[in-house]
């Protein structure tokens, strides 16, 4: 075992460099994803039965293939359409396309908005009647409920699930390294591994520092739950 080679300063800070690129593209595709899940969740819970269907269909496709496979179809297969090469150099947002990154962040964009809207739309028809019934009571309009009471209880009861997605995503990161020129944690330890030949320390230190930063994720999750889902926790009497 040669960990004075992982810790040396030049391989640290590819580790680092490596870190930098894996949360921004985490936390970019979870703010993406996020905005385009709860418009496809409110579709899919909408009253129109062809806008349901057609934002079932995109669920389906993204939570039934590989999300490498989802990259590579972005950033192999729409270079290859000759309307976008002929275009991106010019026209945006096609300019973008021959930006590694952006390649990455919008596959991991669409992939977790497809599996977020899918949980937020559960949790929007599970909201109890009673509350819904209690609303419009009130005299609320539809739009009104939607966005006081049912949004707002959906989403505090989808966290627990969204954590798992949230940590999910962070290991997913790990497949950007087969985008050509992007260094990720993963890819830092490919390079580590090619340059030095120590495969064992270099993966071991690409583990530790994901599950370092699933323990940060995990306690921030955690924290939150605590707050925002304390009135479902049991009270004594």
């Not at 640290?12 to 985490?26: E, Q």
């Not at 729409?78 to 962040?105: E, G, M, S």
Request: with cysteine; net charge neutral; charged share 15%.
């Amino acid at each position: 075992m040669e960990w004075s080679v992982i810790l040396e300063a030049d391989n640290l800070a590819l580790f680092g460099t490596g870190m930098v690129t894996t949360l921004c593209l985490l936390f970019s595709s979870l703010a993406i994803g996020g905005v385009l899940a709860l418009i496809f969740a409110l579709a899919l819970t909408s009253p129109w039965a062809s806008l349901r269907w057609l934002v079932g269909a995109y669920t389906f496709v993204i939570r039934g293939t590989p999300l490498l496979i989802q990259i590579y179809l972005i950033y192999y297969g729409l270079a290859q359409l000759d309307w976008i090469r002929a275009h991106w150099d010019t026209v945006w947002p096609w300019t973008h396309f021959k930006d590694p990154f952006f390649c990455a962040l919008l596959a991991f964009s669409l992939n977790t908005a497809g599996y977020t809207a899918e949980m937020l739309a559960g949790a929007i028809r599970e909201t109890s009647k009673g509350e819904i019934e209690a609303a419009e009571a009130y005299g609320m309009r539809r739009i009104t409920v939607m966005r006081r009471i049912v949004l707002p209880s959906a989403l505090r009861r989808s966290l627990p699930a969204y954590s798992n997605e949230v940590v999910m995503m962070l290991h997913a990161t790990s497949l950007a390294s087969a985008v050509p020129s992007m260094l990720d944690v993963t890819a830092a330890a490919s390079q580590i591994y090619s340059n030095f030949f120590l495969p064992f320390e270099a993966y071991l230190a690409a583990a530790a520092i994901y599950l370092m930063a699933s323990f940060c994720l995990i306690g921030f999750f955690k924290l939150m739950e605590k707050h925002l889902l304390a009135y479902l926790a049991p009270r004594a009497h």
